[in-house]
């Protein structure tokens, strides 16, 4: 066989080689990038489990409450005395305010379109795991409540009670203006507009307001522009 011949056979299986591992390459399917899931937010200790409560409380889902309704101190200049609390309706905060224009910030859950409402008055007292009295006007709206209502004697403490762990009672003068700030187990409705006129926190977070505001403490709850009810 002649050199040539060899030759030509050698390019012709190089080409072939090409050819082949050309097409190889051809048929493979790029890689795309797959979309990495943000870590889950880790809970801070402030929002831990409360085993040793009455009735233990669970972790919140701090997944599913936006960091900006998480208890922090902030800056907040304000004309309110110390101690005063502020509740900023529009935004959804509660503030407790501290010494040298600081303040205590909470995350809360106001009153939904028609039960809104504003003005002044005092925490006249607070009370652990209270029972739930609905007012009438709330059974007269809602008769499946008629089992839990005044006349039956109210709904037993616990962690299903709509009050939670803590209630902070809100007068003016010697009258009981009927409104709450109180526990609540679903932490999720915090930052929004559920309730029936009352002031809703999470539950370590009201415990936390509890155990530093005083009976007797103004309150001041700022009205939504959207159209509140005023107390008078």
Known sequence: ????????????????????AGCTSTQ???RLAQPVAPPPPVTPPMYYALPDERFPIPEVDV??????????????????KVGTVIVDTPNRYLYHIRPEGRAMRYGV???????????????????EWPRWNPPNEMVARQPELEPVSIANGGMAP?????LGSRALYIHQGNRDTIYRIHGSPEF??????????????LNQDVIHLADN????????????PSGSQQIA
Not at 63 to 77: F, S
Not at 113 to 124: E, K, P, Y
Not at 213 to 224: A, F, H, L, N, Q
């Open 213 to 224: 505001v005083r009976d007797g403490s103004t309150i001041v709850v700022i009205p939504d």
């Open 63 to 80: 997944a599913q409450v936006g960091r900006q309704w998480w208890r922090t101190e902030v800056d907040y200049p304000s004309v309110e």
């Open 109 to 127: 859950g106001v009153g939904r379109d028609g039960f809104l409402w504003s003005g002044r008055g005092h925490i006249a007292y607070k009370r």
């Open 188 to 201: 999720w409705t915090i930052g929004r507009a559920v309730s029936s006129g009352c002031i809703r926190m």
């Open 158 to 162: 616990g962690l299903d009670n709509p």
């Open 28 to 30: 493979q399917t790029p």
């Open 1 to 20: 066989m002649t050199s040539f011949a060899i030759g030509r056979r050698t390019f012709l299986a190089g080409v072939g080689a090409l050819a082949l």
